[in-house]
């Protein structure tokens, strides 16, 4: 079975910071790992996604994540947050097909002025 | 193009109710999966239909069913409502869903009250 852990509800930093999004993986097969964004009243789109190539992916929105298999950790950065950024973000996980996903409890990005 | 569009986009149920959500893919999708997601929580997998065809099930009662037709349109359906069940029902599409890794294309979501 697989699963994913998101560390950190709520997270909020100044507009043009780092923003960094933390994602643990268990999975007792090769997973494929996805970040997801919420924004209010909405459904989920895809920020990018992991399946076995390059271990960096980069995604939209000036987002990346980067594979850690030693960490089983697939954290999600933007090197500088806009106010637009603000939004709900959820990390999955599936070990099967993209349509079965498990995905972790979310985290809500503030981003302040 | 038209991304997945779900209808109702809220509904209000009365406990023992039964409920019927809708799902249309994008144009050329055959893979539907259905998600719900309690307030405050991640989705939750519920069905994923492919060519007409339950292809997988996630943990929910069996007062949850669905359907696929031939337009690979769908069906959500819920009997004897449950205060619990009160969620945002999330849609989703792709192209195959079951030998190809295309993303999930999310709808807006049904959202669900259950009084």
């Known amino acids: 079975a697989q699963s994913v852990t998101q560390l950190g509800s709520h997270v909020s930093v100044s507009e043009g910071a780092l923003v960094l999004l933390r994602c643990n993986y268990s999975?007792?097969?090769?997973?494929?790992l996805f970040w997801y964004v919420q924004y209010p009243n909405q459904g989920l789109q895809l920020l990018l996604k992991?399946?076995?190539?390059?271990?960096l992916v980069k995604g939209i929105n000036g987002f990346e994540a980067e594979f850690k298999k030693s960490e089983t950790s697939f954290h999600l950065t933007k090197p500088s947050a806009h106010m637009s950024d603000a939004a709900e973000y959820f990390c999955a996980v599936t070990g099967s097909t993209a349509s079965k996903l498990t995905f972790g409890t979310g985290t809500r990005l503030q981003v302040t002025l | 193009d038209a991304g997945v569009t779900q209808s109702p986009t809220h509904l209000i149920k009365t406990r023992g109710q039964h409920v019927t959500l809708r799902c249309s893919p994008i144009s050329g999708h055959k893979s539907v999966s259905w998600y719900q997601q309690v307030l405050g929580q991640g989705p939750q997998f519920i069905f994923q239909y492919y060519e007409k065809e339950e292809r997988g099930r996630g943990n929910f009662p069996d007062r949850f069913s669905a359907r696929q037709f031939p337009n690979y349109s769908s069906e959500l359906n819920v009997n004897a409502l449950l205060l619990g069940d009160s969620a945002l029902y999330l849609c989703?599409?792709?192209?195959?869903?079951?030998?190809?890794?295309?993303?999930?294309?999310f709808g807006n979501g049904t959202r669900l009250t259950v009084t």
């Open positions: 989703a599409s792709s192209p195959d869903g079951v030998n190809d890794w295309s993303p999930l294309h």
């Open positions: 992991y399946t076995s190539a390059a271990t």
């Open positions: 999975s007792s097969v090769p997973p494929y």
